[in-house]
């Protein structure tokens, strides 16, 4: 097991970061934003709740949610529009630092493509470094997302990370984020960071080895 000093040291010599979205790279979760815009945030906020806490395997959550939202790919482009990233303090700093130093960035999430990519943009992170769900639609209705996206069930980030391991070799990928899901996704990721800026899950506040809650926390560690 690592400690939390081997965890900062893979970290100032990290060769890929992959950061979770919702809750870490943006203060809110995306999913029960749109559930309100839709006007159904209640019942979407049970659920996530629940996903969180790990009671129920992440694709039923997802599915029910999605079920709940019904949102047309009209109501989607109207939500994306009219709802820029709030981005988390520190995060478009660190990000650009990583770049600087050229640490390939990849955001890795249970959330959708068509949310994220604006995001994506604004920070300079190609969309072949996203990977999130996609909505499907037909005749502009909700028809269902994509089941092939390794990030539809339980365990997907892991199955993610495996994926550019071995592509790119990677030998110190760090995984950041706040979730039950992320911690899970380490290994195959080499080091995990606990965020807890916006939420503090604590489960994850327990077992992670480094937690933090602020991000200048990473890049004073980058700087070191």
Known sequence: MLTKEAVKQIWRSADAVCF????????????DEMAEFCGVGEQVAAWTKK?????????EALQERLKIINATEKQVQDFVEN?????????????KLLQRRGVP?????????Q?????????????????????????GKYAGFDKEQPTSESGGKGRV?????????????VMIGDGA????????????????GNQIRQKVQLE????????NELISELSR
Do not use: H
């Open 161 to 173: 990370i495996s994926i550019l391991k071995k592509k790119y070799g990677y030998q110190k990928l």
């Open 208 to 215: 992670a080895k480094w937690f933090v809650t602020d991000f």
């Open 115 to 139: 949310v994220i990519l604006p995001a994506a943009r604004l920070l300079k992170i190609p969309a072949d470094r996203v990977f999130a769900n996609v909505l499907l639609f037909e005749d």
């Open 83 to 95: 709802n820029p990233p709030k981005f988390t303090k520190g995060i478009e700093t660190l990000i």
């Open 51 to 59: 996903a969180m806490g790990g009671s129920v395997s992440f694709r």
């Open 181 to 196: 899901t992320d911690m899970e996704a380490c290994p195959p990721g080499d080091a995990f960071i606990g965020f807890g």
């Open 20 to 31: 979770d979205v919702d809750s870490t790279v943006i203060e809110d979760e995306a999913i």
């Open 105 to 113: 960035v990849y955001l890795v999430s249970g959330g959708f493509k």
